[in-house]
Nanobody, 119 residues
Framework: VQLQASGGGLVQPGGSLRLSCTAS????????MSWYRQAPGKQRKSVAA???????DYAESVEGRFTISRDNANNTVYLQMNSLKPEDTATYYC??????????????WGKGTQVTVSS
């Protein structure tokens, strides 16, 4: 399974960005797609996750500002980020957990995409 993320960039505080991540390869239909982020010198942390059935969860720090969604037909997950703050600056990583098939339990990471929030 390969994950290709895009959509990062430089934005001013209060601005918006939309990240996209498409999974390809042997992607079992039941899975959880997530976004993590890692700031310099800090641990990688979960930002938001969404199952193939549409259940989702957010980190408290982004609740109400970020929205995760997905297109199951295209194995794509999105992260709409609004009201961005300087503390949202990080490298954002896409992640998938397979929930069935011969690859059940396998996890994959995409290459990160940089999000910088600065005036």
């Amino acid at each position: 399974v390969q994950l290709q993320a895009s959509g990062g960039g430089l934005v001013q505080p209060g601005g918006s960005l939309r990240l996209s991540c498409t999974a390809s390869g042997s992607v079992f239909v039941e899975n959880v797609m997530s976004w993590y982020r890692q700031a310099p010198g800090k641990q990688r942390k979960s930002v938001a996750a969404i199952t193939s059935r549409g259940s989702f969860d957010y980190a408290e720090s982004v609740e109400g500002r970020f929205t995760i969604s997905r297109d199951n037909a295209n194995n794509t997950v999105y992260l709409q980020m609004n009201s961005l703050k300087p503390e949202d600056t990080a490298t954002y990583y896409c992640h998938i957990l397979l929930l069935g098939g011969i690859s059940v339990g396998e996890k994959y990471w995409g290459k990160g995409t940089q999000v910088t929030v600065s005036s």
